[in-house]
């Protein structure tokens, strides 16, 4: 099956850092990432949709200057939390299709501690 | 949008019983239901999936049944096992738009041996 890599899986920083969190897709090119947050016991809410080549696509409530997403390659996008704070300390994972309603391969996810 | 429900939110078995995991979904456009098992910390993978031209999909201990009318679907799990033991989530999307999956909120599932 198709294998898409997340990097990193777990990172601690500072309040007021970014932080970069990049999500490959090594068997096909991904047209679509999807970017989701998961807090501690809860589900997964998707938080934007990552288009190559084009601007990505945010779901409501979410900052697009905080949580900036670049999509520069059909095989990878990435997710910057800028001037990052403890509240944003969540596990963050990306998923990518390949072909409309199929099966979503995901990311290891990323923890994001913020202290 | 679509909103997907899940139900029970915790559900505790012994080992070798069946459980059952309910979903119900409100945009009658969906036609793509997945489910998804997530252990702890990891990423979730893929148990079962079914489309809305079926009714019923089977593998091996797990089962899917799909109602388009009532709009619900449920994750039939036989002879639990211990390793059965994760967070379950169900799924659904769509043929067009952005085709993201909307979760349901997830059913953490024990098997107590």
């Known amino acids: ?115 | 949008g679509e909103n997907v429900e899940q139900h029970p939110s915790t559900l505790s078995v012994q080992e070798g019983d069946s459980a059952v995991i309910k979903c119900t979904y409100s945009d009658s456009a969906s036609n793509y239901f997945p489910w998804y098992k997530q252990e702890l910390g990891k990423r979730p993978q893929l148990i079962i999936d079914i489309r809305s031209n079926v009714g019923e999909k089977k593998d091996q201990r797990i089962a899917v049944t799909l109602n388009k009318t009532a709009k619900h679907f449920s994750l039939h799990i036989t002879e639990t096992q211990p390793e059965d033991s994760a967070v379950y989530f169900c799924a659904a999307s769509q043929p067009t738009g952005a085709n993201n999956l909307f979760f349901g909120t997830g059913t953490r599932l024990t098997v107590i041996p």
């Open chain 1, 1 to 115: 099956g198709a294998v898409v890599s997340q990097h990193p899986s777990w990172v601690i920083c500072k309040s007021g850092t970014s932080v970069k969190i990049e999500c490959r897709s090594l068997d096909f090119q991904a047209t679509t990432m999807f970017w989701y947050r998961q807090f501690p016991k809860q589900s997964l809410m998707l938080m934007a949709t990552s288009n190559e080549g084009s601007k990505a696509t945010y779901e409501q409530g979410v900052e697009k200057d905080k949580f900036l997403i670049n999509h520069a390659s059909l095989t990878l996008s990435t997710l910057t939390v800028t001037s990052a704070h403890p509240e944003d300390s969540s596990f963050y994972i990306c998923s990518t299709k390949r072909q409309l309603n199929t099966e979503a391969f995901f990311g290891q996810g990323t923890r994001l501690t913020v202290v």
